[in-house]
């Protein structure tokens, strides 16, 4: 602590209100006729000299006008101009925090889209696989299909006669047996069906199909052409409520022409698993809606009638008029949420994931504002201390100063000396640094944290490579910004058993060392990412499909010289089987269509025998404007 005094010279003051302080003096002195001279400058602290007296201004004289300017003002508008500063700041973070949560919320809300998406492609790609091998398969269908000669010529009008055929509906309804099995087999298959060329129900697993006219229905006329595909129903004939159907065509031997069509009744509660759907929390809601807009499926169940039109509502009329995104609106039911929307592939149906804003945002925003209601009371409390620190320890000192001095060019005995001294600052400055320092510091150590998780959100935590939210990123915007692309899809054959035989703990290492030498195989260019348990993908742009087979096939060679002992299968090491796709991006394809064909190639490469690569065959998946792609390449060819 410094004695209050007036400073000579060049000499310096760390505390700028002994400065104020000397000016406040001599003002008081120049009031009552008196003037201070200041002494010589020197280089060093000089004694205090009694102050020479000017002589009165003359009467009559105009004294220049002196500007009052309080230093209680002073320091309330530094208090003040400071807490300012301090609340505008924080009120600009408390606004960033706020935006950053409702991005995190939208990137949650899609990470749970995600996982309906994503286990609606794998019911339905199980489905069609299904269905593809029953096509197939002489012993699962009736006899007469089976022979391919005993029903109407392939040319005859689907649906000609509004009234079944009976004598295209089997005498036996054992015929359709074998069909149970398979139904079964699979919960996400409700029902098969196989319809004759003329659109009339021959049988079914259903009880009542047999001898039902569906020549009427979009899904068997389209299969009636020759083309496999899915279709979403209003209301079925047997169930009379939504449901979701899948048409595969039966054809004859050596382009014979088609024989008949094989249908699935797809479970929608199989699609999206009541189960799965309780996961996703308090508040959450799901919409499957059609094309249309009508609803199809809804979470929780009696939320909304089936059959509903819900085009009008925001959050599906952005769903109908975009392939995917997110949205904050009102849900159907009234309530704000932030929603998620996806174009499931093949159907145009929409699935949308909506999350009560209050549960998302609610406690994150009484945090913040509870935390700006305390910065606010806790700047008033330091403006209010400010001013009274400033009263006892500044204001009053230096008007004790200038009253002696006054005293003292009036010539007036000298009183006492006053015990009053100034009291330093510097604690308060020093406390309002640590706390800044303290702030920057816990700031700088959340956006570090912030920066790590990002860094962990994109790495597979196993492996080290990408994992399937990197994978789908850079997916989407290569699909969209290079002429020609390829991926692989490579699954590690028969990894249950070798977990089984060997353990976890050895087949996550085998999953390390396969990632490792896949990302020091591949151009630099290419993407190695993890997408599931033991399956990899590698995003090659700008390749062909005949590049992407040779990379694949250098890649199963790779993985049989790394010679990892496998015990439980007859080669006695670890192998992959690998699927290879390639297509020119274009409007009417989506990176779906690419990836599907990719994965429809391994699980071709699988049935073959595994240890194979598999090409796809899919007309859409390669081949310049729309042409084929080449055969099957590697040992699956």
């Known amino acids: 602590m410094w004695q209050a005094r007036v400073p000579t010279g060049d000499e310096k003051t760390s505390f700028p209100c002994v400065n104020f302080a000397a000016r406040l003096v001599s003002r008081a002195l120049e009031r009552s006729g008196l003037r201070v001279s200041a002494p ?65 919320a939208e990137r949650h809300v899609t990470e749970l889209l995600d996982r309906g998406v994503g286990h609606y492609g794998e019911m339905l790609a199980t489905v069609r696989a299904v269905l593809l091998t029953l096509a197939s398969d002489t012993r699962t269908l009736p006899p007469d299909i089976a022979a391919a000669g005993k029903l109407p010529p392939a040319g005859q009008v689907p649906g000609a006669s509004a009234e079944p055929d009976p004598a295209l509906t089997p005498d036996n309804p054992e015929a359709c047996v074998p069909l149970s099995r398979v139904d079964e087999a699979f919960p996400a298959i409700e029902s098969l069906t196989i319809v004759g060329p003329n659109g009339i129900v021959r049988c079914g697993t259903a009880p009542g199909s047999a001898g039902l006219d569906l020549s009427a229905r979009d899904y068997v006329r389209i299969a009636l052409r020759g083309i496999s595909n899915v279709e979403p129903v209003l209301r079925s004939y047997l169930t009379d409520r939504p449901t979701l159907y899948a048409a595969q065509p039966i054809t004859a031997a050596e382009g014979g022409g088609v024989l008949g069509v094989i249908v699935a009744r797809i479970g929608l509660g199989e699609l999206f698993p009541r189960g799965t759907l309780a996961e996703l929390g308090v508040g959450t809601q799901v919409l499957l809606v059609s094309p249309a807009g009508t609803v199809m499926m809804t979470y929780p169940e009696d939320i909304l009638r089936q059959g509903l039109d819900l085009s009008s509502t925001a959050p599906v009329a952005r769903a109908m008029s975009h392939t995917r995104g997110t949205i ?16 499931l592939p093949r159907t145009n149906m929409h699935l949308l994931v909506g999350v009560d804003q209050t549960v998302l945002m609610g406690p994150v925003e009484r945090a ?16 209010t201390g400010l001013w009274i620190a400033g009263e006892t320890l500044v204001v009053a ?200 064909a990719a994965d429809t190639a391994l699980y071709a490469a699988k049935r073959a025998g595994r240890n194979r690569v598999g090409r796809a065959d899919d007309p859409l998946a390669d081949g310049p404007d729309g042409g084929r792609p080449e055969g099957p390449g590697g040992a699956a060819g």
């Open 40 to 104: 010589p400058d020197s280089g060093g602290p000089q004694p205090i000299d009694p102050p020479v007296l000017d002589p009165p201004a003359q009467p009559g004289a105009r004294r220049p006008r002196v500007r009052k300017v309080s230093l209680r003002v002073r320091l309330a508008s530094f208090a003040a101009f400071a807490m300012t500063l301090v609340i505008a700041e924080r009120t600009i973070s408390v606004f960033r925090l706020h935006a950053d949560n409702l991005v995190a």
């Open 397 to 596: 000192p230096v008007q004790a100063l200038a009253d002696r001095l006054v005293r003292f060019g009036r010539g007036e005995k000298e009183t006492p000396k006053s015990n009053v001294v100034i009291a330093e600052l510097q604690p308060l400055v020093v406390a309002f640094e640590a706390m800044a320092d303290e702030l920057t510091r816990r700031e700088t150590a959340l956006r570090s944290a912030n920066q790590r998780l990002n860094s962990l959100a994109s790495l597979d935590g196993l492996t080290g490579i990408a994992n399937r939210r990197s994978f789908d990123a850079v997916f989407a915007l290569r699909w969209g910004s290079v002429p020609r692309l390829a991926i692989l899809i490579l699954d590690i054959d028969n990894f249950k058993k070798f977990n089984d035989f060997y353990g976890h703990k050895e087949g996550d290492g085998c999953l390390r060392t396969i990632a490792q030498m896949l990302a020091a195989t591949v151009r630099g260019t290419d993407m190695v990412a993890r997408i599931g348990g033991e399956e990899f993908a590698v995003l090659m742009p700008g390749a062909e499909l005949g590049t992407a087979a040779d990379v694949a096939e250098r890649l199963r060679r790779a993985v049989e010289q790394l010679a990892i002992p496998h015990a439980a299968v007859p080669l006695g090491h670890v192998t992959v089987s690998i699927g290879c796709a390639a297509c020119r991006p274009r409007l009417d394809l989506s990176p779906s269509d690419l990836f599907v």
């Open 328 to 343: 904050l609106a009102k849900g159907p039911d009234g309530v704000q949420r932030v929603y998620a929307y996806d174009r």
């Open 368 to 383: 913040t504002w509870s935390a700006g209601f305390t910065m606010l009371a806790v700047g008033l409390i330091l403006l």
